[in-house]
């Protein structure tokens, strides 16, 4: 299991979370896997060693979804 944290956006209700076990430069790759209520704690299970995923969260307001921030690539061990 990976637990995430991203900064807090001002406004922000929740927080959507996307994996991607493929190249990550390629939109198709990228999978909706969850929201989160807080941006202090995301979990990511299930994962399988030695598996390369990609994940980008973006921030959900009131008048809708922000942008995906930068992803980050880890190593399941």
């Known amino acids: ?3 995430g ?3 807090s956006v001002k406004k922000a209700r929740s927080f959507g979370l996307e ?4 190249d990550p430069t390629i ?3 990228w999978k909706y896997i969850s929201v989160a209520v807080h941006c202090t704690r995301m ?3 299930g994962l399988t060693p ?3 995923y ?3 969260v973006r ?13 980050v690539t880890l190593m399941a061990i």
């Open 1 to 3: 299991m990976v637990i």
């Open 5 to 7: 944290k991203c900064n």
């Open 19 to 22: 994996v991607c076990e493929g």
């Open 27 to 29: 939109e198709e790759n």
């Open 43 to 45: 979990e990511m299970k």
């Open 50 to 52: 030695g598996k390369v």
């Open 54 to 56: 990609s994940y980008r």
């Open 59 to 71: 921030a959900i307001t009131p008048s809708g979804t922000g942008p995906w921030s930068s992803y």
